[in-house]
């Protein structure tokens, strides 16, 4: 159902590059109307920022518990290691926290400390979907095996800790030859290499939890999370012909078996982001404005 508000949800942003921008986008007729209103934004350098034209302040981190006390909700869009020193200073101040870096449950203490309010934790489940259908047979018991093979364009999973070998082996693949295998294990092993690339394995592994009831501790609901992180296995493929980021799930087990397959299109205003992820934040900040969540 949906609530009436008497004043716009004041918005702030963890992070101000394409997410949010693209989020500002997305939300202009919910800007426009007033029922959401952005009064700042965290960023590591402010002053690459000053010359945007926004209404608003961009403030480093030592405006955020501020930034905190005015928002209703802080969306998070800088990524893992931003979330992971930053979200926590969001829930304990009791403000709301839209996680898009998932990736960072993957380490029990920050896990831990999202999970410890008081401040309400919203993940989104970022580039990939079907997550009903599967955290409906995980509540169930219903899943024995689940998998993400994720293939992207082999020079965009250049990463710095690759030896010279690696890196000219990704330059010179070509679009006929056969993808290459960067990655096989599970999220919490992935975070490490390609932290910009495992937040979906991670959103997989959150949407396929054990149930846990709704007064479950900490402890618990820690325990559910980190079961899942170990069940979930991650393949990363490097493809040279690749024009879309492919994300395919399968999942097996006495539910039944299920197979999901995605090809995101790159952000328009930076192709090395998914424009998906920025489309999820925004139906999941939507959701919770009016309620639904």
Known sequence: MQTTRSRPVKVAFLGHGTIANDCKRFLANDLARGDIEIIGAIVRDPAKYEADQVSYPIQDASALDELCAAADIVVECAGVPAASELGPRVIASGTALLLSSVGSLATAEVLEA????????????????????????????????????????????????????????????????????????????????????????????????????????????????????????????????????????????????YVFHFQNAPSKSNPRTSGFTAMSVTRDLRNWCNGSR
């Open 114 to 257: 999202l999970l410890a309010g008081p401040g309400e934790l919203v993940v989104t489940n970022g580039a990939i979907g079907g997550f009903d259908a599967l955290g409906s047979a995980a509540q169930a018991g219903g899943i024995d095996t689940i998998s993400i093979r994720t293939s992207k364009l082999a020079s965009a999973l250049v990463r710095p800790w690759m030896t010279d070998d690696q890196r000219a082996e990704l330059e010179a693949l070509q679009p006929e030859q056969e993808p290459i295998e960067l990655l096989h294990g599970n999220p919490a092993e992935a975070i490490a290499k390609f932290p910009a690339n495992v937040n979906i394995a991670v959103a997989l592994a959150w949407a396929t939890r054990d149930y846990v009831p709704a007064d479950a501790d900490v402890a618990a609901r820690v325990a559910s999370m980190q079961h899942s992180l170990e069940r979930v296995q991650v393949r990363i493929l490097a493809d040279a012909s690749a024009t879309l980021s492919s994300h395919e799930i399968r999942c097996s087990g006495t539910a039944g078996e």
